[in-house]
């Protein structure tokens, strides 16, 4: 696990690629498999500048396998003052999946938010995605509300 860099700009925009045709495409009707390779590249390039972001990479014998990115939000007016840390993305290459590295790099932001005072880390992931679901719930994600849809 390292701190994601320039010279990681093609793999990041290949793996995010990947869960865009692999998770996104397949649960969301509305998702644009496309973004990654018309967006992707000024998306990371913003991400490795900001000091609120947070892009890691996982990379086994010089390939990188795998990534995450998370952000820092504040709370709403709404809500009592906090800081929460995002995880925005992660995926590895299927070959690499289930052998830990998804642990490596959850541990990796977990630790990032600590570090950065965060009172809460919180994900997303889609409803028909039951790997998903367990995955973060076996890294201590517990469900707190559900976002519903209506297809009109």
Known sequence: MRAAER??????????????????????????????????????????????????VADLA???????VGYLATSSPTRLPSTAAVLRSIYIDVPRQRHGVGTMLVEAFISWARANSCDEAHVDAYAANAGAQAFYERHGFA???????MTL
Do not use: K, M, Y
Request: charged share 30%; aromatic share 6%.
């Open 7 to 56: 010279r990681d700009l093609d793999a990041l925009v290949r793996l995010e690629g990947e869960l865009f045709a692999t998770d996104a495409a397949t649960h969301e009707p509305f998702a644009d498999p496309t973004w990654p390779a018309r967006e992707g590249r000024q998306d990371f390039e913003r991400l490795l500048a900001d000091n609120q972001s947070l892009v890691v």
């Open 143 to 149: 469900p707190r509300s559900i976002s519903r849809a």
């Open 62 to 68: 010089g390939q990188t396998i795998g990534h995450l």
